[in-house]
């Protein structure tokens, strides 16, 4: 397991991120309008994985804000914001803020998502959720490159996920 922090306190992950150049794994996971959607249906696509605890969390709506603007224009590439929080919840942050080039899903119904990406927080405040962490898959679903972000209160590095693209 991987150790965090939150507000410098430890707090330990279900796991590791994938490896760079192992195969992503598949998820199914729940977009707002309540329809499901997996990786497998991105195939072909550049794909930025934006994990985070919940986006109502100051730093969670942050990167997703940057991530927006940034992921802009590019080409053949998707930015999924990925939390536990409800869709009803995401739609209405997406919605509020302007979101239209990241695409919220919640893994609310997906226990296995936490798992398999090594992301689900196991002690602590905010424990049962995910910790903040970058996934980046290209066009064939390889990893690409990965970061947990090592203290939760930290933005991630988007510069250099950018850059893996």
Known sequence: MAKIA???????????LPAKGSKAPEFTLVKSDLSNLSL??????????????SLDTGVCATAVRKFNQM???KDNTVVLAITKDLPFAQGRFCSTEGITNVMALSGFR????????????????????????IVVVDEKGSV??????????????????????
């Open 6 to 16: 939150l507000r410098g306190n430890p707090v330990n992950t279900s796991g590791f």
């Open 40 to 53: 497998k249906e991105l195939a072909g696509k550049k794909v930025i994985l934006n994990i985070s605890p």
């Open 71 to 73: 992921a802009a224009g």
């Open 110 to 133: 997906n226990a296995e998502f936490g798992k398999d990406y090594g992301v689900d927080i196991l002690d602590g405040p905010m424990a049962g959720l995910y910790s903040r962490s």
């Open 144 to 165: 690409v490159y990965t970061e947990q972000v090592p203290e939760t209160t930290q933005e991630p590095d988007y510069d250099k996920a950018l850059a893996a693209l």
